[in-house]
């Protein structure tokens, strides 16, 4: 692991240590985990994400890319056929298009 990611990753686990509510934390650890082929870190993180924010289209996508990645694609068409609902309801046309792309994909 680089120093650079190192520090980002120590960065973001002190931004959650003081909010554990905080989404811009809990996605951007997410992604680091998932960058290192650390899902197992990765997918509570992001699920907890969409707890607290169930209109975050990204993290449906992620959350739907790393449960493809594991190969437990029902899980991932739940994860993503919600995120395609609640980007209708938001109007969210490009987060829309890319999920039922990845939606596509399985």
């Known amino acids: 692991m680089s120093d650079a990611r190192a520090q980002r990753i120590a960065a973001l686990n002190a931004m959650l240590d003081a909010d554990p509510d ?3 934390a809990l996605y951007g650890l ?3 985990h998932k960058a290192l082929d650390a899902l197992e870190a990765a997918e509570p993180l992001l699920r907890r994400l969409l707890v607290l924010d169930p209109g975050h289209h990204y993290g449906h996508y992620q959350l739907g890319e790393l ?5 437990r694609e029902d899980e991932a068409e739940a994860v993503l056929d ?17 999920l039922i792309a990845l939606r596509d994909q399985i």
């Open 22 to 24: 905080d989404g811009f």
């Open 30 to 32: 997410a992604m680091e």
């Open 67 to 71: 449960l493809i990645a594991d190969g």
């Open 82 to 98: 919600a995120g395609i609902r609640r980007a209708e309801q938001d109007g969210a046309v490009k987060a829309l298009g890319e």
